[in-house]
């Protein structure tokens, strides 16, 4: 799955264009390296999220699914 739309699909960001922002920014990496919004998302992959203000999340990916309710959406990944 595109990490654009993970991120969208996992609400770890809540629209999917301020997450392709986010990502061609610079704001994302995947497993330690810049990401694009077209980076493929898969299980196990390291999430790490910046943001302008100097604060950051980082999770690992538990499951890609394309549709997800909010009460699912958490369960997609972990927070490390």
Avoid: Q, W
Wanted: net charge positive; glycine share 4%.
């Amino acid at each position: 799955m595109r990490l654009d739309k993970y991120l969208k699909v996992s609400r770890l960001i809540k629209r999917r264009e301020a997450a392709k922002e986010f990502i061609e920014k610079g704001f994302v990496k995947v497993n330690g390296k810049i990401a694009k919004p077209s980076t493929d998302v898969k299980v196990e992959d390291t999430i790490a999220i910046s943001t302008p203000l100097g604060k950051s999340i980082s999770a690992k990916v538990k499951e890609v699914r394309m549709i997800s309710t909010i009460k699912d959406a958490a369960d997609m990944y972990e927070l490390i």
